[in-house]
């Protein structure tokens, strides 16, 4: 029972870990390029850094949701299409928030809603997407 549960600990890290990974390498620096594709597409310059934090915010949230959905897929032949009905419904919440904090600015309850949400997946994903890989192994 005890090295299952350590098991199932070391799962969540891994499945952590290659989630901050894939961010970092993929999501980061989009994150930091924000201000120019800002620019480039006539971003008001008080938006700039809203759009930033918004972006890095939500992105990380998209990354942890769409683990969960490529863990649950990753046991069935052809489960892009489970992958994209799965994750779905978890993009849509951090998709308006993330608009409404870019058109608030820093002082709006989108932004705190956005965090809220992107901190929800953080705790949770991780378990999540160790235990459908754990599945998808047995």
Same mark, same amino acid.
């Given at each position: 029972?005890?090295?299952?549960?350590?098991?199932?600990?070391?799962?969540?890290?891994?499945?952590?870990?290659?989630? $901050?990974?894939?961010?970092?390498?993929?999501?980061?620096?989009? &994150? +930091?390029?924000?201000?120019?594709?800002?620019?480039?597409?006539?971003?008001?310059?008080?938006? +700039?850094?809203?759009?930033?934090?918004?972006?890095?915010?939500?992105?990380?949230?998209?990354?942890?949701?769409?683990? &969960?959905?490529?863990? +649950?897929?990753?046991? &069935?032949?052809?489960?892009?299409? $489970?992958?994209?009905?799965? =994750?779905?419904?978890?993009? &849509?919440?951090? =998709?308006?928030?993330?608009?409404?904090?870019?058109?608030?600015?820093?002082?709006?309850?989108?932004?705190?809603?956005?965090?809220?949400?992107?901190?929800?997946?953080? =705790?949770?994903?991780?378990?999540?997407?160790?235990?459908?890989?754990?599945?998808?192994?047995?």
């Amino acid at each position: 029972m005890a090295a299952s549960m350590i098991l199932f600990g070391l799962a969540f890290l891994i499945a952590a870990a290659k989630i $901050l990974a894939h961010w970092t390498v993929s999501g980061l620096p989009l &994150v +930091l390029l924000t201000p120019l594709i800002g620019l480039t597409l006539q971003l008001p310059a008080e938006q +700039l850094l809203p759009a930033m934090l918004a972006y890095g915010l939500g992105g990380l949230a998209f990354f942890f949701w769409g683990g &969960v959905a490529g863990a +649950l897929a990753a046991s &069935v032949p052809r489960g892009g299409l $489970l992958i994209a009905l799965l =994750a779905l419904p978890l993009f &849509v919440p951090t =998709a308006i928030f993330g608009a409404l904090a870019t058109n608030e600015g820093l002082g709006g309850p989108s932004l705190l809603f956005l965090a809220a949400s992107t901190l929800f997946a953080l =705790a949770f994903a991780p378990f999540a997407a160790s235990a459908a890989l754990r599945l998808a192994v047995d």
